[in-house]
């Protein structure tokens, strides 16, 4: 009964964070306060009744458009409110067992859960930022760093499952260390690419968020965050160029920057829900346990 309140509650929470992403989304980029003015039409500039800015519901009910200028309300709005909560939900529904716990136990839980939503919130924004703007921040990255190191450190002294036991200084320098190999990854890719072809083929954007999947999921679930984005980057792109419009275009289209970021968040979401369980898969695929 916990886990299903637990995730009922997680969803609908989900979706007013992600409502607020968006607000964030639309106005980071352009340097605006998230805070001032109220919610508004970007088009001509009227400000939303309450009941257009209910998460979802609101973009069904005006059928994707303003209700003024008629102007088309994107597609990124209801999706990330419906990642955000979708994410949450699951994040919950993991992280919380279907059965009685004692009272510590169940405080470890929904901060388990906690935590997983604080990273999917971070992970969403850092996506949905470098598709459309090629743009990792670094308010996000820099206090995602510190504080995945600084909760993964405690939630090893309380012993959480979700993060593998450890002596707290040992597990604070040992996700330090993590976060510093996970962004060497891209640096040497960074530094390859250079020495190559005498021009930048990664940003430090896509190191310091490989920092931050370090410092929340250890190496290995940084790596596997890293092995599934490239991954997806690679099938994105050839699904983009078996398009006829990027064949007589081909030229061009190599030369164009990929959100790697991207992919790499869509990784470490899949890292962060599922990472053990398919690092477990592939071990014992490769022989290795």
Known sequence: MIRILGTIL?????????????????????????VKPRSHCRNCGRTLAWWENIPLLSWLALRGHCRTCKVKIGWRYPLVELAVSVLWALSAWISIP??????????????????????????????????????????????????????????????????????PMYFFWERAGSAAAAASVILLIRWTYWLVRHREGIGLGDAKLMAMLGAWLGLSGALLSFAIGVLLGAVFALVVLAVPA????????????????????VGGIISALWGQPLIAAYLHLVGLR
């Open 98 to 167: 279907d059965f009685p716990l004692l009272p510590v136990a169940e405080k470890e839980a929904i901060a388990g859960a906690v935590a997983m939503m604080i990273l999917g919130w971070l992970l969403i924004a850092l996506a949905i930022l470098d598709a459309e703007n090629l743009w990792l921040p670094n308010f996000l990255t820099y206090p995602g760093i510190i504080v995945g190191i600084v909760l993964t450190s405690i939630f090893s002294a309380i012993g959480n499952e979700f993060f593998r036991p450890a002596h």
């Open 10 to 34: 997680a969803a609908l929470l989900g979706l007013a964070f992600g409502s607020f992403l968006n607000v964030c989304l639309s106005r980071w980029p352009a340097g605006e306060s998230v």
């Open 246 to 265: 990027a064949r007589r275009e081909s030229d061009t289209w190599l030369l164009s920057k990929m959100p790697l970021g991207t992919f790499l968040c």
